[in-house]
Structures are given as C-alpha cells and as structure tokens.
C-alpha cells in the first residue's frame, strides 16, 4: 500500500511514495487520528500558535519548521479553528474523542493540523 520493497528483500532505503493510499490510509485511520489527538494535548499549552506548531513540528520531524512551513500551518490553524467553532457538537467530540469542556475546539482543530503533519512523506519515510 506504500509502496513497499518485497519483505524477503534487504533495502536500505524506502522510496517516496506518490501512492494516494498512503494518504487516504494515514487520513483515516484511527490509530493517526488517536496519535494525531496525542500529539495536539502535547502541545496545547504552549503560549502562542507558532509555538505550539513548532512544538508539533520538532517532535513529528526533528526539525524546525521553515517560515513558509510555519506561515501555511499557523493558516491551517485558524481555518480548523473557524470550522470546529462553528460545527456540530458531534463532529466535534468525533476529532477529540469525546472531549466535550470548553477547549474541545480547540483541541479538534489542533488535532486537525497534528493530523496534516503525521500523513507528511518526511514523517512516515524518515520518522
């Protein structure tokens, strides 16, 4: 489904993948969206958006994010935020996992974004 190499085989580097499986699997499983709402929790706290975002970005690439990394993310940010301000309570609870105090959309938009950076090639080949 990624792209592969045979398991019987040694190689010692795995190809990028340009497989929309890859994406579709890592966007929809629930073990991604559970790392994914880890990851946001993690990350929460920090004092602004670009603090949490390069927070997420470290752990997930061990790397700093580039400006024009972190200025699509910080975007990404707020439109999830806008969207899970204005969703339904269901969908909602549905990305947190049942979180349903006063930070859940922010959790869920968060979650949104953390859930962008673990379905990156850089993250899933090199992680």
Do not use: W
Request: glycine share 4%; aromatic share 4%; with cysteine.
């Amino acid at each position: 489904m990624f792209d592969c190499p045979d398991a019987n085989l040694t190689n010692v580097r795995r190809t990028v993948s340009n497989t929309p499986l890859q994406a579709l699997t890592t966007l929809n499983a629930e073990a991604f969206t559970e790392a994914a709402r880890g990851l946001a929790k993690r990350v929460l706290n920090a004092q602004s958006d670009e603090a949490k975002l390069q927070d997420a970005f470290r752990i997930t690439l061990s790397r700093a994010p580039e400006a024009h990394e972190l200025q699509s993310l910080v975007q990404l940010l707020q439109e999830a935020r806008y969207h899970y301000r204005q969703a339904d309570p269901a969908e909602v609870q549905a990305m947190t996992g049942g979180v349903s105090d006063a930070s859940a959309s922010e959790l869920a938009a968060l979650t949104a974004v953390t859930r962008i950076l673990l379905n990156l090639d850089e993250f899933i080949t090199r992680g």
